[in-house]
């Protein structure tokens, strides 16, 4: 013969009773848990946390590279791309400084950018190369160095320039090639800003000259005045 029950129980922890003269208790649902014993409800996980099963007694911190900026989740969401979260239970991801990215979700830190490549702005994704002229000789740069006057960088991605060559020269900045010296001039030396003037005296019809033996003297008969 059955009997009733002297006493009525609590409900376990992870399991709750809404309402009175209940035979069963019900089990927390996702999102949410029961940490103690004898509840009438159950809670919503806090905001960086989630509980991804039935009847939980507790509920998990998201990962790193994870947030949830919401209540009651059953799961985190990863960072997007360009951002990252070096924290646990986190409520938000941060954007990756200047000079850094990140190419894909779910990351817990930056990357620098490489050498050739810079990131002037913040939540960058991936890291745009130096224009031609410019150069990157360093990791997690925010701008590109243009080329020096007598240097030059033909491609995109530079990572140094390059001197130019003899008989060539760049007057200014930022060059992505060099001018072959004009008839009348020569640069003997690599890096030239500028190529130097014949002798009075002396031609030469020769374009890119790199030496000064180029400068003929003027036939008998004829003469030059102005030097080049």
């Known amino acids: 013969n059955s009997s009733g029950s002297a006493q009525c129980s609590q409900c376990v922890r992870g399991t709750f009773s ?46 790193t590279g994870a947030f949830m900026s919401g209540h009651g989740a059953s799961s985190c969401s990863l960072c997007f791309a360009g951002t990252f979260s070096d924290a646990s239970n986190a409520s938000s991801c941060l954007r990756c400084g200047a000079g850094s990215f990140a190419s894909e979700a779910g990351l817990r830190n930056c990357s620098k950018c490489q050498l050739g490549t810079f990131a002037s702005g913040v939540g960058t994704v991936n890291c745009s190369q130096c224009v031609g002229g410019t150069f990157a000789s360093l990791w997690g740069l925010t701008l590109c160095a243009r080329c020096s006057p007598g240097s030059f960088q033909q491609r995109a991605g530079g990572v140094e320039c390059e001197r130019c060559a003899s008989g060539s020269y760049a007057g200014a900045d930022g060059a992505e090639s060099c001018d072959l010296c004009a008839p009348g001039r020569f640069a003997s030396a690599q890096g030239s800003i500028a190529c130097s003037l014949c002798p009075s005296g002396t031609f030469s019809t020769s374009n890119g000259a790199n030496v000064s033996d180029v400068c003929t003297a003027c036939d008998a008969g004829t003469y030059g005045t102005a030097r080049g």
């Open 18 to 63: 809404p309402a009175q003269a209940a035979s069963t208790c019900d089990t927390c649902g996702l999102g949410s848990y029961g940490g103690s014993a004898g509840l009438s409800a159950c809670s919503d996980c806090s905001i960086g946390f989630f509980q991804a099963s039935l009847g939980g007694s507790s509920c998990q911190p998201c990962s």
